[in-house]
């Protein structure tokens, strides 16, 4: 009777599977058994590239290996799959002119370490952060920062061990699904021991030739899908003599990425903008850099003027070219 009600199981588990792949290219529900008990576990939604990882909070990538692979081989497929396509926004994004936030990693300074023994914890604990600070600049080691601790951010979708990946033994296809918050990326990247912005540069500051007048906008877009404009986490706004008309870091202030006119429109929105100031981009500068003509840049000028974290959206080229991916190489 218990192998009768095992195999009724096994084939309405099957069944569902079948049914949900054919109703959902993009989601999967993963088939848990826990303490002995079968859970439906489904994918979160996808939340890629910088779009994504700026809009929602969270950078989440779901990948299919190629079909009729075993287990273990489809399963590894995918989840390779999906981390190079967490790698490109996380590792390989431009900070500032040709250096990517993994360059700036492997290149920073090594910080001063101390770990406090049991006997010395309380006396420690009771320290000022300036006290703190000067013991272990005298007593500390030094050390280098590990990129593999930063790589390890990344975590697989869900709440159990292992939800983030999912076998169909039908289509004998594998499929993986892993995310990093916003939260923990700039955690690991701006801290007591690393901050990969510390040496950015900002450039000279535009100089509006006439008096500005007040700014009626309370968000702004600018198009650069006709340039070679790539998205980067350091974004400066140029005016046609190089000078810096808006300058920020992604994710810190309020700025974003759109593929298109609509999406940007979306963000906007749900940032309560009303009156939005929409320009194109007339050409790109650099890795990070995006030019403006000059009445859009008194305009952005005056705009960040009265706001200085106005919400911002750049729209970007949307190809799978090499050179024009939302991400360095």
Request: proline residues 4%; charged residues 30%.
């Amino acid at each position: 009777m218990r192998s009768k009600i095992i195999s009724i199981l096994l084939v309405m588990l099957c069944t569902y599977t079948i049914l949900y792949a054919d109703s959902n290219d993009t989601n999967v529900n993963v088939v848990l058994e826990i303490e002995g008990e079968y859970k439906f576990e489904p994918f979160p939604e996808p939340s890629e590239g910088f779009d994504g990882f700026l809009s929602n909070g969270v950078l989440r990538v779901i990948k299919e290996s190629s079909h009729g692979m075993s287990k273990y081989t489809a399963l590894n497929d995918a989840m390779q799959k999906a981390r190079e396509a967490v790698w490109k926004v996380i590792v390989h994004s431009y900070i500032s002119d040709g250096v990517t936030v993994r360059d700036a990693i492997l290149n920073a300074p090594p910080y001063m370490d101390y770990t406090p023994k049991e006997s010395e914890k309380k006396k420690f604990e009771a320290m000022s952060e300036k006290e703190r600070s000067e013991f272990i600049l005298k007593n500390g080691k030094e050390k280098k920062y590990d990129f593999e601790k930063f790589i390890n951010i990344v975590k697989e979708c869900g709440s159990y061990t292992n939800s983030g990946r999912f076998y169909d033994s039908v289509e004998k296809t594998g499929y993986a699904c892993i995310e990093v918050s916003l939260k923990d990326f700039f955690h690991a990247v701006d801290n007591d021991k690393i901050n990969i912005f510390k040496d950015i540069k900002y450039g000279a500051m535009y100089k509006p030739v006439d008096q500005t007048t007040k700014s009626r906008y309370d968000g702004i877009i600018i198009d650069a899908s006709d340039t070679s404009y790539v998205p980067s986490l350091f974004v400066k706004v140029l005016a046609p003599t190089e000078e810096t008309v808006y300058a920020g870091i992604a994710g810190r202030k309020n700025i974003f990425f759109a593929a298109d006119m609509d999406k940007a429109k979306e963000i906007l929105a749900k940032k309560n903008v009303k009156r939005a100031y929409r320009t194109s981009a007339q050409g790109a500068s650099g890795d990070v850099g995006v030019k403006v003509g000059l009445p859009a840049a008194d305009n952005v000028f005056s705009a960040v003027a009265k706001n200085s974290n106005i919400p911002f959206v750049i729209i970007y080229k949307n190809t799978t070219d090499k050179n024009t991916e939302p991400a360095g190489e």
